[in-house]
């Protein structure tokens, strides 16, 4: 079963990343089985289920993130990747910020930041 999660994770990660990225706003079966290392059929499963979940629309052969499974795999990203996508160290606009000199600064620096639309 925790398996059949994972799969489905990482599918819709992939579709989020390759539409935040701006890749395509919609993929191909077999693209999306040659970027995941899958045979075809095997995808197939997955995305059937994620269309069945209401995650992923089918607009004729061509697959993209619904609302709800935008949701879904943002959130899924973040959990998977916030570590590798966070503020980088000396990234703030303030040129007195600790952030540019100390390390731990940076994280501070990051918590305290106003949200930024």
């Given amino acids: 079963m925790s398996n059949d999660i994972a799969q489905l994770d990482e599918m819709l990660e992939l579709l989020f990343w390759m539409e935040g990225e ?8 077999s ?4 970027f995941l ?3 075809e059929a095997e995808a197939e499963v997955i995305l059937s289920r994620l269309v069945q979940r209401g995650d992923v629309g089918d607009a004729g052969g061509r697959f993209s993130l619904t609302d709800v499974g935008r949701g879904e795999a943002a959130r899924r990203f973040v959990e998977d990747f916030s570590g590798l996508v966070g503020q980088a160290h000396g990234e ?5 910020c ?3 000199t100390s390390p731990n600064g940076a994280a501070d620096c990051h918590a ?4 930024t639309p």
């Fill in 92 to 96: 703030c606009n303030d040129p007195n």
């Fill in 112 to 115: 305290h930041a106003p949200e």
């Fill in 31 to 34: 693209g999306i089985a040659r």
């Fill in 22 to 29: 701006g890749l395509e706003a919609s993929a191909t079966l």
């Fill in 37 to 39: 290392a899958r045979q």
């Fill in 98 to 100: 600790d952030c540019r």
